[in-house]
């Protein structure tokens, strides 16, 4: 059996936890969309689920990639009714998912491509400890910005419950990070509107209540669970917080503008 990341012995067998990581990262190297992993599980195993996250995390680090930061998923009513998924989840954001605010995306870059707007922040000092606060975090933030995250599915047809997306690093693909460096004290994030364009049509909407009360919250949740997994975020570290609105599905040669009101815009290109 493998250690979990919460500690403690997840149920699935080893091999089955290795033969699915490795089919998942079969789909990113160009095999096909595959079946839910669900269904040759218990549904709501999620230390399973994160087992077989955390083979993927070691193998893409052992190949040479870095950690870039961490992503909160679902956080968002709109996105659970999407998806189905009514509870919160994590995946690992590494550097060869960053994307600069104004550069395109190739759309196949990413299986069966979505985007949604977020808050992000990014952290001026390390955050580790078993017992976080707000107010720690709060020190811990260098700065938020408006941030795109590009969400894909390696599962066919996105048919996924909570224990396919937890396995799939949280339906990861990209992100952009916006250009403006905004401090926390100068923004009011609960009450903060987002506004999502695609070709200067507006396709999505919301504000920062929508993630789970405050855009903090969520990060919060995201510092004490990584803690247990062994992967603490450090300082310079990216915190995508999750969507602040519904997701909208990608058109290849669409251009994406997303506005939060007091961080600014980011815009991306799907080519």
């Known amino acids: 059996m493998v250690e979990s990341p919460s ?3 997840s149920r699935g067998s080893e091999r089955d936890i290795q033969k699915a990581a490795d089919e998942l990262n079969a789909v990113y190297l160009g095999a096909p969309l595959m079946a839910p992993l669900r269904t040759r599980f ?13 083979v993927n995390t070691r193998r893409w680090l052992s190949e040479g990639r870095k950690l870039t930061g961490r992503k909160v998923g679902l956080t968002s009513v709109a996105v659970q009714q999407q998806i189905g998924v009514y509870e919160p989840d994590y995946g690992m954001l590494f550097d060869n998912m960053a994307v600069s605010s104004g ?3 190739a759309f196949d870059a990413v299986s069966q491509v979505r985007i949604e707007g977020e808050v992000a922040f990014v952290l001026g000092r ?6 976080l606060t707000i107010e720690a975090l709060e020190r811990a933030i260098d700065y938020a910005t408006p941030a795109f995250e590009v969400v894909g599915s390696r599962i066919r047809d996105w048919d996924i ?7 799939d690093n949280a339906s990861s693909g990209k992100y952009v990070l916006g250009d403006a460096r905004v401090a926390l004290s ?7 509107e987002m506004t999502l364009m695609e070709n200067d049509v507006i396709v999505s909407t919301g504000d920062g209540a929508a993630c789970l009360g405050n855009p903090l919250n969520a990060a919060l949740w995201l510092a004490k669970k990584i803690v247990e997994t062994g992967w603490p975020l450090r300082a310079g570290d990216v915190i995508m917080s999750g969507a602040l609105g519904p997701f909208v599905d990608v058109r290849p040669g669409s251009i994406y503008e997303l506005n939060i009101s007091g961080l600014g815009t980011v815009r991306t290109r799907f080519v």
């Open 7 to 9: 500690g403690t012995d």
């Open 42 to 54: 218990d549904e709501g195993d999620v230390e399973t689920a994160y087992a077989i996250q955390d």
């Open 103 to 105: 550069e395109e995306i």
């Open 126 to 131: 390390d955050l580790s400890g078993d017992h």
């Open 161 to 167: 419950k909570i224990f396919d997306t937890i396995a």
């Open 186 to 192: 100068d923004v009011d994030l609960p009450a903060c």
